[in-house]
């Protein structure tokens, strides 16, 4: 009786103790993952955060003329496709003129593109605002057909974040060689490959950038990357030198290093605000190219799209960067060549400016002063003649 009971003492502290099978610990969804996989199984893991707050500086450093940086702060969010920015420049007088042409981009008369902006975007549209322009430019999927079927904004918008020009876009395609803990979270050395850097630049910005030349049959080493990540495999912090891209002969010749450097925060709880407060211009009826505005009419230089032949069009009654004061053909045929066709531009403005309307020309911010845009080779052979766009460019305040 008493060996009966010991029996059945065991068996019941053997069932108490849990006899039957153990769930398998849940794999982590980046850090058990293959090492070459883990940091885009961390941009995986961040998009699924839903949405996160970031700060990214891009940085040209020159040897003597100390740095250029540009600073982009906003919020996005992946899971609706949302993403609001900041975009501010802090350029040192000492750089030459032409990399700061590079740098900001070029418009009509007033040679450099704006030193900040402010921009929203959704999947439907892009809201563009200017640091010189009181009211918001819109930007409409439907829009694009306007500007032959190329997107004018492209470079403000992303792929792997609803905000462009993110090294986002380039951790995609990177693979991890390097790892090691910190605290609850990663720490990776990767390389970016060459290519994907194109999608981290405007199209004008990158043609600019240089990719080394070099036999195709040996694979060049990628852009230094490091990458952070915390505990639950979400990206915390990213840097990428690419200083390789600056090459030895062109514009940025006297650049010694270009980096790019990301972090973000916020992880789930940094929703952007959509409202665009003021005055909103539809880029459908407004931007045009120069030589579409009538002579008389008025402009702004900034549209976004860092081009130095597209204004947006405003009515003179309000503040305006520039005045068109005459439209002039300069003849038909095939284009007579660079300097020729310059000269007979710079006749032609001439020769029309005191048969204007006084009060459009006065409006220079320089006495006497104007500015004239002609036709390229290529435009002048599809439409079979030249034209020239004469104007001046205002103070700010003109109206």
Aim: net charge negative.
């Amino acid at each position: 009786m008493a060996a009966a009971l010991a029996a059945s003492l065991l068996l019941t502290a053997c069932e108490a103790g849990g006899a039957g099978p153990e769930a398998a610990p849940s794999a982590h969804p980046v850090f058990d993952q293959p090492l070459e996989r883990q940091v885009l199984a961390a941009l995986r893991q961040t998009q699924e955060a839903g949405n996160a707050s970031f700060t990214q500086t891009l940085t040209f450093e020159s040897k003597n003329k100390g740095r250029a940086v540009q600073t982009v702060e906003g919020r996005i969010d992946f899971a609706k496709g949302l993403g609001e920015a900041k975009i501010a420049w802090k350029i040192p007088r000492e750089f030459d003129d032409e990399v700061k042409n590079v740098i900001l981009g070029r418009t009509p008369g007033r040679a450099l593109g704006d030193t900040s902006g402010s921009y929203l975007i959704d999947r439907e549209r892009i809201r563009y605002r200017a640091q010189s322009s009181p009211y918001w430019l819109v930007y409409g999927a439907a829009d694009i057909a306007a500007f032959d079927g190329a997107d004018p904004v492209e470079h403000l918008r992303g792929t792997e974040s609803p905000v462009g020009g993110m090294l986002l876009e380039g951790i995609s395609g990177a693979a991890a060689t390097e790892q090691r803990a910190v605290g609850g979270g990663r720490s990776y050395k990767a390389e970016l490959p060459e290519a994907v850097t194109q999608d981290m630049f405007p199209a004008d910005l990158n043609d600019e950038l240089s990719t080394p030349l070099g036999s195709t049959s040996v694979r060049r080493p990628g852009h230094p990357l490091t990458v952070s990540v915390d505990a639950r495999g979400r990206i915390t912090h990213s840097r990428v030198d690419l200083s390789r891209l600056l090459g030895e002969n062109g514009v940025f010749a006297g650049m010694t290093s270009l980096t790019m450097d990301l972090t973000l925060s916020r992880h789930g709880a940094s929703r952007p605000a959509m409202a665009a407060e003021g005055k909103v211009r539809l880029s459908a009826k407004t931007v045009r190219p120069v030589t579409e505005v009538e002579a008389g009419g008025c402009v702004d230089f900034n549209t976004g799209q860092r081009d130095s032949q597209t204004v947006v069009d405003v009515d003179c009654r309000d503040p305006h960067d520039g005045r068109v004061w005459a439209q002039k053909s300069l003849g038909e045929g095939p284009y007579p060549g660079s300097s020729a066709a310059k000269s007979a531009a710079r006749t032609a403005c001439r020769e029309a400016y005191d048969s204007v309307p006084s009060r459009w020309t006065g409006e220079s911010s320089e006495r006497r002063r104007y500015w004239f845009m002609w036709s390229s080779e290529r435009e002048w052979d599809e439409a079979g003649e030249g034209r020239v766009t004469c104007y001046v460019v205002t103070r700010k305040g003109a109206a």
